[in-house]
């Protein structure tokens, strides 16, 4: 089905069905823009004669984007080692401080 629509005063078209809703999507047509067809009798809103369209149209554009590189967040940097906090080299996490037990009974619990 062909359509034809009005942009400030001029008829453009005619437009098949899948234009019409790109149209759309792109902003080029919102709801109060005039559309006919030749089974109408006269020009009237979008929004009036095609309902339809304008929610598929909203329907698209409330769908989150998705992630892409440029908006997926970025990694957390790895967290920093015992031993390294602890004033040891990196790699020396297996000879970490006695805990609580281990400093007041001289040996950790097993």
Do not use: C, I
Not at 67 to 81: D, F, G
């Amino acid at each position: 089905m062909n359509w034809y629509y009005s942009v400030e005063g001029h008829a453009l078209g005619p437009v098949n069905e899948e234009a019409l809703e790109k149209l759309a999507r792109e902003g080029a047509l919102v709801k109060d823009t005039l559309v006919w067809q030749p089974e109408l009798e006269e020009w009237a809103p979008l929004q009036k004669v095609h309902p339809d369209l304008l929610e598929r149209v909203r329907l698209v554009q409330e769908k989150p984007a998705p992630l892409t590189k440029a908006t997926a967040p970025l990694p957390l940097p790895p967290p920093p080692s015992h031993a390294a906090s602890n004033g040891g080299a990196p790699g020396d996490s297996h000879k970490e401080k006695p805990g609580l037990f281990g400093r007041l009974f001289g040996r950790e619990r097993n």
